[in-house]
């Protein structure tokens, strides 16, 4: 069964502490990205990644970090130095290619107190 | 930088309303792809608009495409409660997805 998925779908840490989103796709892509989203914001771009081992910043890319160590995976870590982590994170696949769509998984909500 | 609006922002209408959400962008887009999220769900791609011009419909929806690929929109005909959810529009740059802000669309039975 193809697709993309992110786990956990709920998560509570303390403020001050690192967190690592998990997101794996099993869809054969080369590209893959996090989106944040947040009520009336839509969906930002935080990083992506078109290849293993390589990955660029998206437009609010300040406090996270990614690994592309995998096709299959792309975790996103939440540093202490997040002003505002708590949000909803999108994790998306798509082939290369501009008339490709994007596979987005489940989400994660992370909650920070 | 590419930048995607939306309007409106939120809709509530009656179930059996009407419906249209309207994106633009900054810049002339190769595409212009239209996603739903459901109340606490993901995103889901729709359809996809490539030509200047194109319209496409799905059922009670017509999807368009202008002129000057800069601008789309999506109209749903005699809304039901099934059509809640936000509704965005992402151009395409290379490989990267322009996601509008979203429409949230609120169907009042």
């Known amino acids: 069964d193809g697709g993309i998925t992110q786990s956990p779908k709920y998560l509570f840490r303390k403020e001050g502490q690192n967190v690592t989103l998990s997101c794996e796709q099993n869809?054969?892509?080369?590209?893959m990205y996090w989106y944040r989203q947040d009520p009336g914001q839509g969906l930002r771009l935080i990083y992506y990644?078109?290849?293993?081992?390589?990955?660029q910043k998206g437009d609010i890319a300040e406090g996270y970090s990614v690994s592309r160590e995998k096709k299959e995976s792309f975790p996103l870590t939440v540093t202490s130095a997040q002003k505002n982590p708590t949000a909803f994170y999108l994790c998306?696949?798509?082939?290369?290619?501009?008339?490709?769509?994007?596979?987005f998984g489940q989400g994660t909500r992370l909650t920070v107190v | 930088g590419q930048q995607v609006m939306q309007i409106p922002q939120y809709q509530h209408v009656q179930e059996g309303e009407d419906f249209t959400t309207y994106c633009n962008s900054s810049?002339?887009?190769?595409?212009i792809q239209w996603y739903k999220q459901r109340p606490g769900g993901h995103p889901v791609f729709l359809i996809q608009?490539?030509?200047?011009?194109e319209v496409k419909k799905q059922k009670r929806l017509t999807f368009q495409f202008g002129e000057a690929k800069k601008n789309s929109s999506l109209h749903i005909t005699a809304t039901q409660t099934t059509d809640v959810g936000t509704y965005f529009c992402a151009g395409r740059a290379g490989n990267q997805f322009y996601f509008g802000t979203g429409t949230s669309l609120t169907v009042i039975p």
């Open positions: 810049t002339t887009l190769s595409n």
């Open positions: 608009l490539v030509k200047s011009g």
């Open positions: 998306a696949s798509s082939s290369l290619g501009h008339n490709t769509e994007a596979f």
């Open positions: 869809l054969n892509h080369d590209a």
């Open positions: 990644s078109q290849i293993v081992n390589d990955f």
